[in-house]
């Protein structure tokens, strides 16, 4: 990682009363999980954990997209290892963190960024958000987020759009079970379930959460070394680098019939 990206800011952290805000800030790249993105997140995360004011946490962001995913100017040139190994890390922390974590989402989210919704206790979703699970599309594979969807989408849902790759809104985002509620006000339903969650104890969140993200984190012992170790051979393929440099050339990778 160079110098200017580790001094330049792309994660936000804001405290409003009993609330941590953390915002994604990296429009240029539509919040794309860059190794700069991934280290200040984990550092908001650790942030608020350490608050003994801070009862939530919302994870929402900034521009037209929550999340792209992996930033594939990053895994064109290598490091799949690293990054397979930063993004199983980032989704445990969120997981691990004895805050619930509230998904703000008023925009587009692909491919790696359904992680981060995954791994959120609860999400709440504008109408115009979007939703793609692109993938297969470019030589991939949804490997490592699966750990954080397969406990949450339902099966139909998940052997459709894993492979598909095509788009659905937020109110089929509901009806899987991706997100919590789709909104027409994101900001006011987020507001109403802050200040609910603002009612509780550290010890009674903390424990409460710990209930329903146990069933994920068997998932991260039974499987995260076995996805970590396909989705780390996928990028570094043939395939994948086609798809990731077809992706940033915007033109169809070499196997799309023409």
């Known amino acids: 990682m160079s110098a200017s990206a580790k001094s330049t800011k792309y994660v936000d952290y804001e405290v409003r009363g009993s609330t ?6 990296s429009p240029h790249n539509r919040n794309a999980l860059s190794s700069a993105l991934v280290e200040q997140l984990h550092q908001a995360l650790r942030d608020a954990a350490a608050d ?4 939530a946490v919302v994870l929402g962001h900034t521009g037209s997209t929550f999340c792209a995913g992996a930033d594939l100017s990053e895994a064109s040139e290598g490091g799949a290892d690293d990054r397979t190994r930063q993004l199983t890390e980032l989704l445990r922390a969120i997981l691990e963190l004895p805050l619930p974590v509230v998904g703000a989402i008023d925009g587009h989210v692909r491919a790696g960024g359904f992680g981060l919704v995954g791994a959120c206790d609860i999400v709440v979703a504008g109408r115009d958000s979007t939703f793609a699970l692109t993938e297969a599309r470019i030589g991939v594979a949804p490997a490592i987020i699966s750990l954080t969807l397969l406990p949450k989408m339902t099966p139909r849902s998940v052997g459709r759009y894993y492979l598909t790759g095509e788009k659905f809104g937020a109110d089929e985002a509901e009806r899987i079970g991706l997100v919590t509620i789709a909104a027409d006000d994101v900001e006011a339903v987020v507001g109403t379930i802050t200040a609910e969650l603002g009612r509780g104890s550290p010890q009674g969140l903390r424990e409460s959460k710990a209930l329903t993200t146990a069933a994920i984190f068997d998932g991260f012992t039974d ?3 076995e996805l970590s170790a396909l989705s780390a051979r996928l990028f570094a393929s043939d395939e994948a680098r ?3 440099l077809a992706f940033l050339q915007k033109r169809a990778p070499s196997w799309v019939a023409e």
């Open 20 to 25: 941590a805000r953390v915002t994604l800030n």
């Open 242 to 244: 086609e798809g990731m």
């Open 223 to 225: 499987r995260a070394d």
């Open 52 to 55: 003994p004011n801070v009862r």
